[in-house]
């Protein structure tokens, strides 16, 4: 066996193998050369990648931890290449998803002296970061209990821990056995009991008019009975988006559709006297304006780490799995005579009624486009979306239950999405769709700099000259000022992008167009392809805004 001769290095190495720490994505530099070493000469157990953009290796590994729910390291050289972690680091952080940032170092000697490549990297990311370990630079017990808490931490506290290493040369020199056995701790999880206290039930069983609202979850989060129980209540109503993965025909996916045109009075009914919330962040800026303004007697939230108080009313903090929570509310609860849900029922079946004669008679435009795709994406996928208008345009429009939907909600930004839609797509054994708007594309395009991508991924790219979204926001007027520093006007396309990383080129600008390639397009798995609709510039805002008329 080939190990690095740097007994820290070793340490490390050692230590993620025995924690099972398998996937290692590697920014490729020198001064991790020790790590990189290590891990490539054990890839009997350690899977190893490439990136050589930083931010995009982040992302792609943030991808991985996303589908295994185990944590992934994102190992790079020292000096700004640890900074391009930081929009990764900041989603893993707000998503909750485990992540481990290796971060080679100089010694701290060479620290604020001049040298080359060097900048201040101990707890760089302390305000997004669930752990930090600040190595010194030989191998100690000290050092051992700091990387085992590091893994330890980004587990149990699903989020990113910082690994930062201190190496000095030489860096490359090799050795054939150990010169460390380092320390493997085995931490003890507290358990502690939930219970249910029954004066949350009673409030529960008093209620006519219970809010669920259902943010970003992973597939299978609840129980087909849970389920059920709740579709069936009719003093409950649901409210899910596209990434909460949830369904049920009684639940409501569509929620601004529904809102939206409602009335003073109308909100006023729909004010419920108990929101329970669960999942990570919801995209609906009209669910919260409403929570805000018309709130519930109590907001009650079901995460075992953290509750945000978005709608600010938040009453209490169930600190359990919403699985367990709802197991142990129906053993007691009882159906409490309402029309909460019936009546929302109906609102919601005129508002699908008006959908589909909506779309009917619009031009092709985005709005048009996701309502073709909701129609014809393959059922049993695994559906990647970037953020902006992408993700609000599905929500508007109804997809099979049987497709799983992933967006990169923790903070909503543009970077990353396609990186972590193909690191996704190398751990999710569906095959792999990626939606995604065209600034947020390019944005992103060394994402396909990439030796990984799987040759059933499929992109669609909706081109529509720039950031459409800035459109239907307050303060639109049509002057150089909004197309150049606002929407980001271009009339670029991915043509040239896709013949340089080697993707099939689809291409569509009407519906003519879209209905002749897409079959060919969905079916061609000899290489990832991507099919790119250009839309008009100047239409969709209109077409958007006139909807919830």
Known sequence: MIYPKIPLAQSIIEIFKAKGIQHIVISPGSRNAPLTIGFTHQQDFFECYSIADERCAAFFALGI??????????????????????????????????????????????????????????????????????????ASHENDVKINSAIHYAMIKKGPSHINVPFEEPLYELVSELSVAPKILNFELSKREFTLPETFIQKWNQAAKKLVLVGELKPNTLDDEVINLLGKDPSVVVLTEKTSNL?????????????????????????????????????????????????????????????????????????TEPNHFFNLLFQKSVIVSSSYKNSIASVNALRKEKHLHYCQHIP??????????????????????????????????????????????????????????????????????????????????????????????????????????????????????????????????ASNLAKMFQLKYYHASDDLGLNTVFNEFLSNNEQPALLEIFTPEKINDKILKNYFI
């Open 65 to 138: 931890a996303q589908q295994t729910n185990e944590p992934v390291a994102v190992v790079c050289t020292s000096g700004s290449a640890l900074l391009n972690y930081y929009p990764a680091v900041a989603e893993a952080f707000y998503s909750q998803i485990p992540l481990l940032v290796v971060s080679a170092d100089r010694p701290h000697s060479k620290i604020d002296i001049g040298d080359g490549q060097t900048i201040r990297q101990e707890n760089v990311f302390e305000n997004h970061s669930v752990y930090n370990a600040n190595l010194t630079e030989y």
């Open 364 to 493: 092709f435009s985005d709005f048009k486009v996701f309502d073709y795709l909701s129609h014809h994406l393959p059922n049993n996928i695994h559906l990647q979306l970037s953020n902006s208008s992408t993700i609000r345009y599905l929500q508007l429009v109804t997809i099979d239950p049987s497709i799983e939907v992933y967006c990169n909600r923790g903070t909503s930004g543009i970077d990353g999405s396609t990186s972590t839609a193909i690191g996704a797509a190398l751990k999710n054994n569906k095959p792999t769709v990626f939606i995604t708007g065209d600034i947020s594309f390019f944005y992103d395009s060394n994402a396909l700099w990439n030796n990984y991508i799987p040759n059933d991924f499929k992109i669609i790219l909706i081109n529509n000259s720039g950031g459409g979204i800035f459109r239907i926001l307050p303060g639109h007027e049509e002057n150089e000022v909004f197309n150049t520093f606002f929407e980001t006007t271009h009339h670029l396309d």
């Open 247 to 319: 369904h049920h025909e009684t639940f409501v996916d569509t929620i601004d559709t529904l809102i939206t045109p409602f009335s003073s009075t109308e909100f006023e009914a729909f004010r419920p006297e108990i929101l329970i919330t669960f999942g990570g962040m919801v995209v609906s800026k009209r669910i919260k304006a409403f929570l805000r303004k018309y709130q519930p007697s109590a907001h009650w939230h079901i995460d075992t780490l953290r509750a945000y108080d978005t709608y600010d009313c938040l009453s209490k903090h169930f600190e």
